[in-house]
């Protein structure tokens, strides 16, 4: 049984460009949220997709944007990217209709942005 | 109101001794606090989790110890081993379909032989 997956999982950018992060979610999963991991700190949540809209929102500004497509997998877009978006970009799923709260991450993104 | 705080930063424990990690939240409407697990290069793994009905909660060598009037819970590792060095993070989400995960900030543990 596959887990979460994500790619690529390093990557470099240069301030301003745009960057896409992919991720297919666990077998059985049907919810992706994003999160992002500053280096030395916990990861903050970015955004939730189920049935495939932005169901919740984290403290990040519309740079930041997702989608999530018929088979559950999800991408997280960033436009016009900063020095300070150079993180560690966690994609976790859950099933909706199991207890809150229990995640599954991937391995994580790691961007840099120079 | 949103913020768990947790302590310490680092921690460094003997082999076989015990490692406690603490976390603090303010925010009441939180009714579901996991512990997570991250090796270097590797996402977070879930350890073990509570619910606020119960104030401790016991998974082999590893316990929750919730105490809700205080809004504190901890995480006790009994018999700690080389191979539980890692950096854990407690976090803390509210029920009712929100899985929005609000993490503290990490605790570095290292077990020494």
């Known amino acids: 049984d596959a887990g979460v997956t994500q790619s690529p999982t390093h990557l470099i950018k240069t301030r301003g460009q745009q960057v896409t992060l992919r991720c297919s979610p666990k077998s059985g999963h049907d919810t992706v949220s994003w999160y992002q991991q500053a280096l030395g700190q916990g990861p903050q949540f970015i955004f939730q997709?189920?049935?495939?809209?932005?169901?919740q929102r984290g403290n990040f500004p519309d740079r930041f944007s997702g989608h999530q497509f018929p088979n559950y997998s999800s991408e997280l877009n960033v436009n016009a990217l900063l020095l300070g978006d150079s993180a560690l970009y966690l994609c976790a799923s859950s099933f909706r209709g199991v207890n809150t709260g229990e995640l599954f991450f991937g391995e994580g993104s790691r961007l840099t942005v120079l | 109101q949103q913020q768990v705080k947790q302590s310490p930063q680092s921690l460094i424990v003997q082999k076989g001794g015990i490692s406690i990690i603490n976390c603090a939240y303010e925010?009441?409407?939180?009714?579901?606090f996991p512990w997570y697990q991250q090796f270097p290069g590797k996402g977070p793994a879930l350890l073990i989790a509570?619910?606020?009905?119960?104030s401790e909660k016991k998974e082999g060598r590893f316990t929750i110890s919730f105490n809700k009037s205080a809004k504190q819970f901890s995480l006790h590792i009994m018999d700690s081993q080389p191979g539980d060095s890692a950096t854990y993070f407690c976090a803390a989400s509210m029920s009712k379909g929100n899985e929005k995960l609000t993490f503290g900030t990490g605790t570095r543990l290292t077990i020494i032989p």
């Open positions: 509570i619910r606020p009905d119960v």
């Open positions: 997709y189920y049935e495939e809209e932005e169901r």
């Open positions: 925010n009441t409407a939180f009714d579901y």
